[in-house]
């Protein structure tokens, strides 16, 4: 079992200077970022309704090393080796009023979406290499930390006005424009946001319509710190190592349905509306449709008390509540898979594990444990003797976000 630590990030960043250095010309790079991924310990589906989220940061996560050069060329370079298009993209940097586009190789539309975005004024070319041990497409949002560790790069080469709010928001614009995935926002949040030792409670609720830029949204996105690094429980990630290929279109149907639902109810969004109003309205949804909003109402609430139960450390509460998000995912929203339930299922069975759910979008990925730390061992060796395919496992602990590496 992996347990994953700070120090393979700073491994990494060692090897991508190297990397670096063999590709562009023998001199070391003057800039090296690093973003984490995440992974959510509870409110699944609920950022993109104006909910809760609470997730926390991972010691896992992408790195950029580079240095800006005279030429008005970008030039990138990935070590990915799952991926199999080129590993190497090069294009001027835009003008004003130019656009870049999305395209291929499609890993680069993430780094092309910020460079897009960023607002902070024209931006010198430069020479990059991208590293991540973060495992890709894996549901931990690899593609989110590539997006925020893409940012804080640039903000070296043209410091911004460093609102992490911002960050977040561009980023996530990167992804709907440039990946076409009409993602929420927890992913660039907590990647910018994590802190080593905490879950992040994060509410996702816009108190007014978003305004014509960014900036207006300052004042709501609200967060709050939940300690978590008690010596005597673990968070413990199994990947399914599955990735069904219904992701891509599952996800803005549900998001769809969701805002169907709100508008029924009369609301601006789901996280307006309580149970009771679900019920009264029932006969003028459809089935489908009611379900999902019942996920959603249900989930808010079941992550508003779930932070609750971590900030009093009241473990028990918090599995019941991480196995109750499960299940409504599971038969409501319907984005978990039978390899999902399986990891689940065999993971409830050993005793000092407090809760186990899917975590992410769904539809394959990975699922997220709490448990008493003497129990990781017992439950690994449980869980791959019961699931039908071979599972990766993480034991980690809550990170920092964004960083700048200082180089010697
Ligand atoms: C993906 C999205 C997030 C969030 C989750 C589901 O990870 O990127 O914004 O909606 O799915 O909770």
């Given at each position: 079992?992996?347990?994953?630590?700070?120090?393979?990030?700073?491994?990494?960043?060692?090897?991508?200077?190297?990397?670096?250095?063999?590709?562009?010309?023998?001199?070391?790079?003057?800039?090296?970022?690093?973003?984490?991924?995440?992974?959510?310990?509870?409110?699944?589906?609920?950022?993109?309704?104006?909910?809760?989220?609470?997730?926390?940061?991972?010691q896992m996560g992408t790195?950029?090393?580079?240095?800006?050069?005279?030429?008005?060329?970008?030039?990138?370079?990935?070590?990915?080796?799952?991926?199999?298009?080129?590993?190497?993209?090069?294009?001027?940097?835009?003008?004003?009023?130019?656009?870049?586009?999305?395209?291929?190789?499609?890993?680069?539309?993430?780094?092309?979406?910020?460079?897009?975005?960023?607002?902070?004024?024209?931006?010198?070319?430069?020479?990059?290499?991208?590293?991540?041990?973060?495992?890709?497409?894996?549901?931990?949002?690899?593609?989110?930390?590539?997006?925020?560790?893409?940012?804080?790069?640039?903000?070296?080469?043209?410091?911004?006005?460093?609102?992490?709010?911002?960050?977040?928001?561009?980023?996530?614009?990167?992804?709907?424009?440039?990946?076409?995935?009409?993602?929420?926002?927890?992913?660039?949040?907590?990647?910018?946001?994590?802190?080593?030792?905490?879950?992040?409670?994060?509410?996702?609720?816009?108190?007014?319509?978003?305004?014509?830029?960014?900036?207006?949204?300052?004042?709501?996105?609200?967060?709050?710190?939940?300690?978590?690094?008690?010596?005597?429980?673990?968070?413990?990630?199994?990947?399914?190592?599955?990735?069904?290929?219904?992701?891509g279109s599952e996800y803005?149907?549900?998001?769809?349905?969701?805002?169907?639902?709100?508008?029924?109810?009369?609301?601006?969004?789901?996280?307006?509306?309580?149970?009771?109003?679900?019920?009264?309205?029932?006969?003028?949804?459809?089935?489908?449709?009611?379900?999902?909003?019942?996920?959603?109402?249900?989930?808010?609430?079941?992550?508003?008390?779930?932070?609750?139960?971590?900030?009093?450390?009241?473990?028990?509460?918090?599995?019941?509540?991480?196995?109750?998000?499960?299940?409504?995912?599971?038969?409501?929203?319907?984005?978990?898979?039978?390899?999902?339930?399986?990891?689940?299922?065999?993971?409830?069975?050993?005793?000092?594990?407090?809760?186990?759910?899917?975590?992410?979008?769904?539809?394959?990925?990975?699922?997220?444990?709490?448990?008493?730390?003497?129990?990781?061992?017992?439950?690994?060796?449980?869980?791959?003797?019961?699931?039908?395919?071979?599972?990766?496992?993480?034991?980690?602990?809550?990170?920092?976000?964004?960083?700048?590496?200082?180089?010697?």
């Amino acid at each position: 079992m992996e347990r994953t630590s700070e120090s393979d990030l700073v491994s990494l960043l060692a090897a991508t200077r190297g990397v670096y250095k063999r590709i562009f010309g023998g001199v070391d790079p003057k800039i090296a970022v690093s973003a984490p991924g995440r992974v959510n310990l509870i409110g699944e589906h609920t950022d993109y309704n104006q909910g809760f989220v609470l997730p926390m940061a991972l010691q896992m996560g992408t790195v950029v090393v580079g240095s800006p050069r005279e030429d008005r060329i970008i030039s990138i370079v990935t070590t990915a080796e799952e991926t199999e298009e080129p590993k190497r993209v090069e294009f001027p940097v835009p003008m004003e009023g130019g656009a870049l586009e999305p395209g291929e190789p499609r890993w680069a539309n993430y780094v092309k979406g910020v460079i897009q975005h960023y607002e902070a004024g024209p931006l010198p070319g430069f020479s990059a290499v991208i590293a991540s041990n973060v495992p890709l497409g894996g549901g931990l949002s690899s593609s989110a930390s590539l997006e925020v560790a893409t940012y804080t790069f640039l903000q070296q080469l043209r410091p911004d006005d460093g609102d992490p709010v911002t960050k977040a928001l561009v980023c996530q614009k990167a992804e709907h424009t440039f990946a076409m995935m009409p993602c929420g926002i927890m992913d660039q949040f907590i990647s910018v946001m994590g802190k080593e030792g905490h879950a992040l409670l994060i509410d996702c609720r816009i108190p007014f319509r978003a305004g014509p830029t960014v900036k207006r949204l300052l004042r709501s996105l609200e967060t709050h710190l939940v300690p978590l690094s008690d010596p005597n429980v673990v968070v413990l990630i199994t990947n399914s190592n599955v990735r069904h290929i219904l992701t891509g279109s599952e996800y803005p149907t549900r998001r769809r349905q969701c805002e169907e639902a709100a508008k029924v109810l009369g609301k601006a969004s789901l996280r307006e509306a309580n149970m009771a109003d679900l019920e009264a309205s029932k006969a003028l949804l459809s089935e489908e449709v009611y379900r999902r909003a019942k996920h959603v109402i249900g989930e808010i609430e079941r992550t508003a008390r779930a932070a609750e139960a971590l900030q009093s450390k009241d473990y028990k509460i918090f599995g019941q509540l991480m196995v109750e998000s499960h299940n409504s995912l599971r038969d409501d929203y319907e984005v978990s898979c039978p390899e999902l339930d399986e990891l689940v299922s065999a993971a409830l069975e050993i005793p000092g594990v407090y809760g186990s759910r899917m975590t992410g979008g769904g539809f394959g990925g990975c699922t997220v444990t709490l448990l008493e730390s003497g129990a990781a061992e017992k439950v690994r060796r449980h869980i791959e003797e019961k699931y039908s395919r071979t599972a990766t496992f993480y034991l980690t602990q809550p990170s920092d976000g964004a960083k700048v590496h200082r180089l010697p």
